[in-house]
């Protein structure tokens, strides 16, 4: 099984032997992947008990949690890296989750939907309701995308938290990646989502 | 001469087969100072050891549990007590796992406890046992393993004060653990756990025919005392939800309550029959000191108050268990567990088990129990090669 574009990108930047924290690992894709190709010491958070089963299964060491409660308990600079891959949009303080992460990990990765791009705006616009796209596919009242953000909000908010951005890509529909310059508004249209790396005042 | 006074098991165990045992006459050291010697350790074992000898997963059993984990138990011929997670094909699976369960010290299915004979004096222990501790509990299985001529096992597995005895082997011998399932328990017993257990010993000791704990030598049994203390636990191991839908204010054996204190609602005939059935198999004075054990449990003590300490530089690998409605050890104290040992960089799985069958779930059918534990345990397996 191939690992998802998006998650395919994010391994890319993680460097062999690293200790990993992967926050809603999901069913532990991305931790498998790295521990067979680089040798990775992972460890997962994951909220919803069937996908902690799997991860379990699978040999991960998964802890069933919440990002929003949880990542307190973990020790400074505990990990190399931290990752929240399309999750920050549905936590329910994005700023201290991300706080969080950069405190834990030596560096952060940090994915998310844009909803900056075009055809968002542009069904919002014409359109008048609260968009849905492929990605983001729920009524405004069940969503559980409660802080959705721009590319150019994160950045703020990045910024805010005292955080560097190291390297930024934007990722299209298909999870295909290509560089971008965070803080260019071409990408804030442009692209469909994003993947940060970063770093906290360590 | 006086006529010897006539020595009476409390338990109808007396005679019943207990499995395997094995007497050592190396003495067990315990917390409180004092050695037991020799002390004999009564277990029993399921599936086959293999070659390498590292297919060994010890199994720890709760406060009223014994050996007798996964087959029919000699007093009330009822199955074991896990017979749902340990077996042929089951989570813990006896076609490829050697499985071994011991009584614990101060129980009464054999391994040596306050029912048995005191060498020295010829009579019951009684209430010169010494008090046991968790750690006790854990050396003398350790004792046992040596005899067994098993070095490592692949897992400990326990819930309750199973699942104590677990943290606790991960604490005490960490090279000897590959890996550890503690399910629905804590690193200290609480405060609210410590006021029920008074609440059971209060009552054995209550009673007339206690005598001070030497009930054997009168020929005498605490049963009324045990009882309520069975009694009163049993409401702590189920919760408000379940007791409500299994139960609710349904009246037993009749159409209308009785204006008397008979047992009007099926409740109160289920804790009865659960109090009644328990002193059959079970030793007042065992309870006493078993629970007492558990009150004493405080893992972090041992290590100047940090929980995390005790777990350091472990490489053993972790899965806790726990579920939404017990509140006997909730969550959140199995959690701390878990936090401790991230704090330590250790290898640590955590779920919840979305229930309402309160603590005792963990005995029950509780599918995604199984499956979590299955895969767990095979993953490991498969990691070390066994």
Redesign the interface.
Known sequence: MSLRPDLAAIAEMIPVGA?VLDVGCGDGALLEHLATTKQVDG?GIELI??K??????????????DADTDLI???AA?FDISILSLTIQATRNPSQVLGQLLRIGRRTIISLPNFGHWRIRVSLLLGGRMPRTQALDYEWYDTPNIHLCTIADFVALAKSNGASIERALALNEAGQTRAMRAEAWGPNILAEGAIFLLHGRH | MAELPKFIRPVTAADAEIGHAVTLDTPLTLDCGKTLSPITIAYMTYGTLNAARSNAVLICHALTGDQFAASDHPVTGKPGWWETMVGPGKPIDTDRFFVICSNVVGGCMGTTGPAETNPETGKPYGLSFPVVTIRDMVRAQAMLLDHLGIEKVLSVIGGSMGGMQVLQWAASFPERVVSAVPIACAARHSAQNIAFHEVGRQAIMADPDWKNGTYQLHGTMPAKGLAVARMAAHITYLSEAALQRKFGRNLQNREQISFGFGPDFQIESYLRHQGMTFVDRFDANSYLYITRAMDYFDLAAEQGGTLAEAFHGSKT???IVSFTSDWLFPTSEN?LV??AL??N?A????????TDRGHDAFLLDEP?MF??V???L???A??VGA
Not at chain 1, 52 to 65: D, E, F, H, K, T
Not at chain 2, 347 to 354: L, R
């Open positions: 200790r460890r008990q069937q902690v089963n799997a991860c379990v299964a699978r040999g991960l060491p998964v802890m069933q949690g308990e973990y020790p505990a | 690998r972790f899965l959690k878990a936090h991230n704090a960089a290898t640590v799985s955590f779920v919840e088990i979305e995604e499956t979590t299955r895969g767990f095979n993953a490991v498969n990691t």
